[in-house]
């Protein structure tokens, strides 16, 4: 499977309850940015008397590479770092924002960046909880021979991504 499919086979599958952004102001380096936004809200008689709202925002960020190595990880990580608070609303009804970046390669065999993958993990609280939280998982992807190697939160979405 070339990227091009595997990429089309992810619109298709996102287009249900993700908006597909062709031109991101924040995530431009990304091949395709798939954001998804739940509201929900508990009121009193009428919609007007709202007692509590809550939402929880999930950003899907794919890029593709014909090589990679622990140095492209590392930028990854940090392109998705450093825009983490532009894209997320720090409001009082925001609880949470996911980030799930989806690096796709066509072969990698490098054991030592698959369990760096594995062992990720990154979490970061606003105003101690208050204001919601936010949290990356990582997914590597091996086109030639079909591998999704993922880290410990984005284990329940890996059958998802299989190509």
């Given at each position: 499977?070339?990227?091009?499919?595997?990429?089309n086979?992810?619109?298709?599958?996102?287009?249900?309850?993700?908006?597909i952004?062709?031109?991101?102001?924040?995530?431009?380096?990304?091949?395709?940015?798939?954001?998804?936004?739940?509201?929900?809200?508990?009121?009193?008689l009428t919609?007007?008397?709202?007692?509590?709202?809550?939402?929880?925002?999930?950003?899907?960020?794919?890029k593709?590479?014909?090589?990679?190595?622990?140095?492209?990880?590392d930028?990854?990580?940090?392109?998705?770092?450093?825009?983490?608070?532009?894209?997320?609303?720090?409001?009082?009804?925001?609880?949470?924002t996911?980030?799930?970046g989806?690096l796709?390669?066509d072969?990698?065999?490098?054991?030592?960046?698959h369990?760096?993958?594995?062992?990720?993990k990154y979490?970061?609280?606003?105003?101690?909880?208050l204001?919601?939280?936010?949290?990356?998982?990582?997914?590597?992807?091996?086109?030639?021979?079909?591998?999704?190697?993922?880290?410990?939160?984005?284990?329940?979405?890996k059958?998802?991504?299989?190509?």
């Amino acid at each position: 499977m070339d990227f091009i499919t595997y990429k089309n086979k992810m619109k298709d599958k996102y287009k249900v309850y993700f908006d597909i952004e062709k031109n991101s102001d924040i995530f431009n380096t990304f091949d395709m940015v798939a954001k998804s936004n739940i509201k929900n809200e508990k009121f009193f008689l009428t919609k007007k008397s709202v007692i509590y709202s809550y939402e929880n925002n999930e950003v899907c960020l794919i890029k593709y590479t014909k090589e990679i190595d622990e140095v492209c990880l590392d930028e990854f990580i940090c392109s998705i770092k450093e825009n983490m608070d532009k894209a997320t609303v720090q409001d009082e009804n925001h609880m949470s924002t996911v980030f799930t970046g989806i690096l796709v390669t066509d072969k990698n065999d490098n054991i030592q960046l698959h369990n760096k993958i594995k062992k990720f993990k990154y979490y970061q609280s606003y105003c101690l909880g208050l204001r919601g939280w936010s949290e990356i998982r990582l997914i590597l992807i091996t086109l030639r021979d079909g591998k999704v190697i993922c880290s410990k939160k984005a284990k329940k979405i890996k059958s998802f991504y299989e190509p």
